[in-house]
């Protein structure tokens, strides 16, 4: 069965210090991978997706992930965080096949501290 | 760019009562889905609709209907709410092109908060 694991519940980061979430997924086949930020309110925004090959992938507002099939992760970096960052991030794989759904982990949320 | 819209972005009802979402996709877009977000949760997948035929369904209540009209537009309608129905809804779009598996990016609206009182 598909899932997904986002060890971290909450992390807080100095602003200006480098940030990693963490993603670790379960998939049958090659697994499309992608990150959306969910600010307080708001609706899901797309950081960044990953189908197939470079397994770096950059995204929007300074963010980069990095697939690892060996360790089926699929984590989420920036080098130096801004206070506008804090929010909830969600990690999500799938689809299985076109128009299906695809399937989220419990998020991490992100505090900046001053 | 345009993006994924949906309305009415808050709506209060009473229990028992019913209500329709609608989402309007992304131009150009023919895939639409709906999840729901509850709170402190993680979105959860309802249903999903290509070519207005239902292409996927999650754990949508049977008092939850919903479908895709000509124009790509979508409504979920709920009847009977419950307490429980009180979350946020997502509408999501993609395009799907045959052959092409990065179109199914899904692209989400900014949600309807439904409060059931």
């Known amino acids: 069965a598909q899932s997904v694991t986002q060890p971290d519940i909450h992390i807080t980061v100095s602003e200006g210090a480098s940030l990693e979430l963490r993603c670790n997924y379960s998939?049958?086949?090659?697994?499309?991978l992608f990150w959306y930020v969910q600010s307080p309110g708001q609706g899901l925004q797309l950081l960044l997706k990953y189908f197939s090959g470079d397994t770096l992938v950059q995204g929007i507002k300074g963010f980069e992930a990095e697939f690892k099939r060996s360790q089926s992760s699929f984590n989420l970096r920036k080098p130096s965080v801004h206070w506008s960052d804090a929010a909830e991030y969600f990690c999500?794989?799938?689809?299985?096949?076109?128009?299906?759904?695809?399937?989220f982990g419990s998020g991490t949320r992100l505090s900046i501290r001053p | 760019a345009a993006g994924v819209i949906q309305s009415p972005r808050h709506l209060i009802k009473e229990k028992r009562e019913t209500a329709t979402l609608k989402c309007y996709p992304i131009?150009?877009?023919?895939?639409v889905y709906w999840y729901q977000q509850g709170p402190g949760q993680d979105p959860q997948f309802l249903i999903s609709?290509?070519?207005?035929?239902?292409?996927d369904k999650g754990s949508i209540p049977d008092r939850f209907s919903a479908q895709q009209f000509s124009d790509y537009h979508s409504e979920l309608n709920m009847s009977s709410l419950e307490l429980g129905d009180s979350a946020l809804y997502f509408c999501?779009?993609?395009?799907?092109?045959?052959?092409?598996?990065?179109?199914?990016?899904?692209?989400f609206g900014p949600g309807t908060r439904l409060t059931v009182l």
């Open positions: 998939y049958g086949a090659t697994p499309y």
């Open positions: 999501a779009s993609s395009l799907r092109l045959a052959g092409v598996t990065s179109t199914d990016t899904q692209y």
């Open positions: 609709f290509y070519e207005k035929m239902q292409s």
């Open positions: 131009p150009r877009h023919d895939t």
């Open positions: 999500a794989v799938g689809p299985y096949s076109s128009a299906s759904k695809i399937i």
